[in-house]
């Protein structure tokens, strides 16, 4: 994982977008983004290890997603742009990479990090919690390829709200993603 703020130049999302100024682990904390590092290794260790952390935090359902042009097909253009379009959840999004790579962008926090978007490069072995009420997105890297499991509380709340609709604001997340951060 490397998260630094993200270049805003244009051009294709899937490349790197490196401003070249880190965002510490604090500054991700601050945000409320949850991040730790379970190495997948061949003895299968990081099974429990997974197992643990849901346990711990209540997750009591996950799946398994592969983004690859051969596994969507020919909607796989489309689906890429979707994931990229600004959106927040009333629930936790939680990913452990089991292979592959890809950015998951996140701002909306109180002045300036709601201006710049970190930009949070994640591969294998990486697990990484976007808070609800968040404004976040998600894009391949140029390997076009990534694995993840995805955790849920309960059961699985897929809606993305997008920031394009205005009404966003004003969602019970929203609000208490910002009281919780600037508490
Ligand atoms: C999401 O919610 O954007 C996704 O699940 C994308 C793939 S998970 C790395
Ligand atoms: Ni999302």
Redesign the pocket.
């Known amino acids: 994982m490397k998260a630094y703020y993200y270049d805003d130049v244009p051009g294709d999302q899937r490349l790197a977008h490196d401003s070249g100024e880190e965002v510490s682990l604090s500054t991700l904390s601050h945000l409320g983004v949850f991040y730790r590092s379970i190495p997948v290794d061949a003895a299968g260790k990081w099974k429990g290890d997974i197992d643990e952390f849901a346990k711990e935090r209540s997750y009591k359902n996950r799946d398994q997603?592969t983004?690859t042009p051969e596994g969507l097909g020919p909607a796989y253009e489309d689906k890429i742009r979707s994931?990229f379009d600004e959106h927040l959840h009333e629930d936790e999004?939680i990913?452990y990479?089991l292979g592959g790579s890809?950015f998951?962008d996140v701002r909306g926090g109180a002045g300036a990090l709601d201006k710049k978007w970190v930009r949070i490069a994640?591969e294998e072995g990486d697990l990484i919690v976007i808070p609800a009420g968040i404004y976040h997105?998600?894009t391949v890297d140029e390997r076009n390829t990534?694995t993840?499991l995805?955790l849920f509380q309960d059961e699985p709340k897929?809606t993305?709200y997008s920031r394009s609709d205005d009404t966003t604001e004003e969602r019970p997340a929203r609000k208490e993603y910002l009281d919780a951060i600037t508490a």
């Open positions: 997603i983004v994931f999004e990913r990479i890809g998951f994640v997105r998600f990534i993840a995805r897929w993305p």
